[in-house]
């Protein structure tokens, strides 16, 4: 049951109206996990459309665990779950791809392909060779297949010349890609990419993330969060440094709201030795403070009903940036006021820049969650409401998946 003030998913319907028929693929490695689906769901509530979801049998992401891929919600799009060969993140072969593409290639209908990947990866020129391959049996049919690809890139970075050529390739082939964020289309120009981008930011399915019932006696103590994985460049290490100046180093009493906070800690990786033994030296202090490890995805929005505050401190490297930032989108969902740091699409996403601090300084992120913990406290209830009809009306799934309709609706248009 959806908690009070939260908006549920209407009956299907049609997003907009005199959609034309359509035949959408959509091969994605994320698609093993079920949060990741709902946007396609969307798409196919359109009646005229048929949409296919491709998703690799299971998926490891930057050295993490494998996931195995998760049951299909019999409410979605058709799911196939293809073996792979994965040879590195941005390197996995989709087994039998040109089969089951060959095979969706029959019939006139009009087909757009979304190979959810960089077109500077070899997972996209696999893939695209893949169509490639089966297409040559269907090469002259009245309805050419629209090709997409995504770009999630936002540090313009000089690339090997294999990929250098690959990409160019990809770039010419491709009727449109995808984009999250300003700074993604303008790597994709600075890499010389001169057709259509297509803003599509990360969505949420409203029907899983939403907040919690209220039980009255929790919300006394405002909870702080923090979820994602332990890396230098998430700035988790110095959120916590910060947090120990403000009781014993030279931020003492700087922040006199969080004496009645507590933390909560959420992730894997590099840092957890360092971590736990930062959360150690707070709780000697009287911090009642907890590290959760890391929690399953299907678990995730239990995580976010939890806390008030969720803390999204990256930093920017020379290898990285916060390319979105999913975590904020999801909590907002689920009524946290997030406060996030000034790293690449985090301003854009949170939409506030009073819970906006400069990357890596101590003192503003004390003030700006200072004001965090004085806002829940004024109204915990209606702002937990606030924030998840924000969230709801520019990142839900169904507010996503109209905008891209439309989107998609003009390039089927275009000559």
Request: with cysteine.
């Amino acid at each position: 049951m959806n908690a009070p003030g939260t908006l549920p998913n209407p009956a299907p319907q049609n997003l907009l109206p005199n959609v034309p028929a359509v035949d959408f693929l959509v091969q994605w490695q994320s698609l093993v996990v079920a949060g990741y689906r709902s946007l396609w769901r969307e798409l196919a509530q359109q009646s005229t459309w048929s949409v296919t979801m491709i998703a690799p049998d299971q998926f490891r992401e930057a050295g993490m665990q494998d996931l195995p891929c998760a049951a299909n919600d019999p409410r979605n799009p058709p799911l196939v779950v293809l073996p792979v060969k994965r040879f590195h993140t941005q390197a996995v072969w989709f087994m039998n791809l040109d089969k089951y593409i060959g095979f969706w290639l029959a019939g006139d209908r009009p087909k757009i392909f979304l190979c959810f990947a960089e077109p500077y990866s070899l997972t996209a020129l696999f893939s695209f060779l893949m169509y490639l391959k089966a297409r040559v049996h269907t090469f002259f049919s009245s309805s050419r297949p629209r090709v997409l690809f995504y770009g999630f890139q936002n540090i313009h970075k000089k690339l090997p010349l294999p990929l250098r050529i690959s990409q160019l390739l990809l770039f010419k082939c491709a009727d449109a890609i995808l984009v999250a964020g300003t700074e993604h289309e303008s790597v994709l120009r600075a890499h010389g990419f001169k057709g259509r981008c297509i803003n599509l930011p990360m969505w949420f399915d409203p029907l899983v993330f939403n907040p919690a019932e209220e039980t009255g006696s929790r919300r006394q103590n405002t909870t702080i969060g923090y979820a994602g994985s332990l890396l230098p460049e998430k700035g988790i290490s110095q959120i916590l440094d910060a947090w120990l100046d403000s009781y014993r180093g030279p931020l003492r009493n700087r922040n006199l709201t969080l004496q009645n906070t507590s933390l909560e800690i959420a992730g894997d990786g590099p840092l957890k030795q360092q971590v736990t033994l930062q959360i150690e030296a707070l709780k000697k202090l009287g911090v009642n403070a907890h590290y959760r490890g890391p929690i399953a995805a299907a678990e995730m929005s239990k995580f976010y009903q939890s806390l008030d505050i969720l803390i999204v401190p990256s930093l920017t490297a020379p290898h990285w940036k916060e390319q979105f930032g999913r975590v904020i989108i999801e909590a907002m969902a689920c009524g946290c006021v997030v406060i996030g740091s000034d790293s690449g699409e985090i301003p854009n996403v949170i939409g506030d820049p009073t819970r906006i601090f400069p990357e890596n300084d101590r003192l503003a992120f004390l003030d700006v969650l200072d004001r965090a913990v004085r806002l829940v406290k004024m109204d915990p209830q209606r702002t937990r409401i606030e924030m998840s009809q924000k969230a709801i009306k520019r990142f839900g799934d169904r507010a996503v998946a109209a905008t891209f309709l439309a989107e998609l609706q003009t390039l089927l248009s275009s000559t």
